[in-house]
C-alpha cells in the first residue's frame, strides 16, 4: 500500500526531510509522489529522486535510469555519483535536472509529462479551485494481477472556491493516450479494460478508495493542495468512474475511435459495472472538470457518426 509512516511524515513536516518538502513545493516543475514508505520527486514525468527509510536516517539516490552522463562532474560540480546525504541531493538538483534534460532529449516520454502537466494545474495552478478533480497518484501499480493504472484521482465536484456546496468526494481512474498510437498490445484498449472489468468484478476498487483516500490526507497535509486544509472520506459505494484523457488526438483519424469503439463491444459488461468517460479539454486548458466527462457510447456515436464511420 502506498503511505508514509508517521516518522516519515513528522520528518518532512518539520524534521530533517523539511527542507526536501519546501523544495518541492517551491518549485513547480517538481512533485513529490507517495510510495511505500517512501517518496519519488518527479520532473518533467521522470524520476528525478528517490528517498526511502531505513532504520535510523533516509537515503536519496539519483534514478540511474535518466541519466547520460553519471560519472563526470559538471564544471566543478561533484559527480552525480558522490552524492550521498539529502542535503547533497537537494542542493545539486539543478544538476539532476540537467542531467535528466539531457536523457529526455534522447528518450522522450510524452505522456509523462502531460500528466505531470495535468497533476499541477489540477492540484496546484490558479484554476485549481474551480476544477473537480485532484490527481493523488499516478504510475500506480496494484498488487491485484499486476494492474496498472496512468493516474488516480479524487473526484470532488463543487459549486464554489470554498468547496462548502460540495458533492460527497469519491475517486476516479485516469487512462491517458498520447497521439493515435498504444491502441493495441499492453496499453491499448482491450488489455487495459479487461484488466479493469476483473479488478471492479472483485471489488477491487473499493480497497483502492481506502488508499486514495490515505494518499489525498497526507498529501493535504504536506500541503500539495491548493486552499484545501481538511481531510476527507472517499465514498466508494457507487460506480467507478474511469477517465480516459487523449492527447493531441487528430480528429480526422479513426484508428484509436476505431479502437475504443471495438474494446466496448468486446466489454459491453464492464461498460455497465463502471462509469467509463471520455474526457474533453476546457478550451485546451489541462483542468479536469465533471462537465466535460461524456460517457463513452456517446462519445464514441458523436465522433464515429460525423466521420462516417458506422
Given at each position: 500500500m502506498r503511505e508514509l509512516s508517521h516518522r516519515f511524515m513528522t520528518d518532512l513536516l518539520e524534521g530533517e526531510l523539511r527542507q526536501l518538502l519546501a523544495t518541492v513545493k517551491t518549485d513547480d516543475t517538481l512533485d513529490?509522489?507517495?510510495?511505500?514508505?517512501?517518496?519519488?520527486?518527479?520532473?518533467?514525468?521522470?524520476?528525478?529522486?528517490?528517498?526511502?527509510?531505513?532504520?535510523?536516517?533516509?537515503?536519496?539516490?539519483?534514478?540511474?535510469?535518466?541519466?547520460?552522463n553519471r560519472h563526470k562532474s559538471d564544471?566543478?560540480?561533484p559527480a552525480i555519483d558522490k552524492l550521498k546525504t539529502i542535503e547533497d541531493h537537494i542542493k545539486h538538483i539543478p544538476l539532476l535536472k540537467k542531467e535528466m534534460n539531457q536523457w529526455l532529449f534522447e528518450n522522450p516520454e510524452k505522456v509523462r509529462g502531460y500528466e505531470q502537466a495535468i497533476l499541477r494545474e489540477n492540484n496546484w495552478g490558479s484554476a485549481s479551485e474551480e476544477t473537480d478533480y485532484f490527481i493523488v497518484d499516478w504510475d500506480y501499480v496494484n498488487p491485484h494481477e499486476n494492474t496498472r493504472f496512468d493516474m488516480l484521482a479524487v473526484k470532488w465536484p463543487c459549486l464554489d472556491k470554498e468547496r462548502n456546496a460540495c458533492?460527497?468526494?469519491?475517486?476516479?481512474?485516469?487512462?491517458?493516450?498520447?497521439?493515435?498510437?498504444?491502441?493495441?498490445?499492453?496499453?491499448?484498449?482491450?488489455?487495459?479494460?479487461?484488466?479493469?472489468?476483473?479488478?471492479?468484478?472483485?471489488?477491487?476498487?473499493?480497497?483502492?478508495?481506502?488508499?486514495?483516500?490515505?494518499?489525498?490526507?497526507?498529501?493535504?497535509?504536506?500541503?500539495?493542495f491548493r486552499n484545501v486544509n481538511h481531510k476527507l472520506e472517499i465514498d466508494s459505494s457507487g460506480k467507478l468512474e474511469y477517465l480516459i484523457l487523449f492527447i493531441n488526438h487528430k480528429p480526422l483519424d479513426t484508428r484509436l475511435l476505431e479502437a475504443l469503439d471495438e474494446a466496448c463491444k468486446n466489454h459491453e459488461e464492464l461498460l455497465d459495472m463502471a462509469d467509463i468517460k471520455v474526457a474533453t479539454g476546457s478550451c485546451l486548458g489541462y483542468g479536469l472538470f465533471e462537465w466535460n466527462m461524456i460517457p463513452v457510447r456517446d462519445f464514441l456515436g458523436e465522433r464515429l457518426n460525423r466521420l462516417g464511420v458506422k
Open positions: 513529490l509522489a507517495i510510495r511505500d514508505n517512501l517518496v519519488e520527486v518527479y520532473y518533467r514525468g521522470g524520476v528525478l529522486l528517490r528517498v526511502e527509510a531505513n532504520r535510523y536516517t533516509y537515503r536519496a539516490e539519483f534514478d540511474d535510469s535518466h541519466t547520460t564544471h566543478g560540480s458533492k460527497i468526494p469519491t475517486f476516479s481512474i485516469l487512462d491517458l493516450k498520447y497521439g493515435d498510437r498504444d491502441l493495441t498490445g499492453y496499453n491499448g484498449f482491450e488489455k487495459r479494460f479487461s484488466d479493469l472489468e476483473g479488478f471492479v468484478r472483485d471489488e477491487q476498487h473499493r480497497v483502492l478508495a481506502l488508499e486514495v483516500e490515505t494518499l489525498f490526507n497526507q498529501r493535504m497535509e504536506m500541503g500539495m
